[in-house]
């Protein structure tokens, strides 16, 4: 899911009518959630998600 870097690590949480993804980063610990209907695919909610992350990431150098 990163580049030169190993893959992040995506828990999914249903509840009711929203779903929460969120992705670690398992070296530095850093972590990105975002909020998506449930019925969303889950490839879509962790896609989502580790693209925050990366950009998170990106930022921080």
Excluded: C, H, N, W
């Excluded at 009711?16 to 998506?36: L, M």
Aim: no cysteine; hydrophobic share 40%; proline share 7%.
């Amino acid at each position: 899911m990163s580049a030169g870097r190993e893959p992040f690590l995506v828990e999914i949480i249903r509840q009711g009518a929203y779903a929460k993804a969120t992705a670690v980063d398992p070296q530095t610990g850093t972590e990105a959630s975002i909020v998506g209907p449930a019925a969303a695919p889950d490839g879509y909610l962790m896609r989502q998600a580790s693209q925050k992350l990366q950009r998170l990431l990106a930022r921080r150098g």
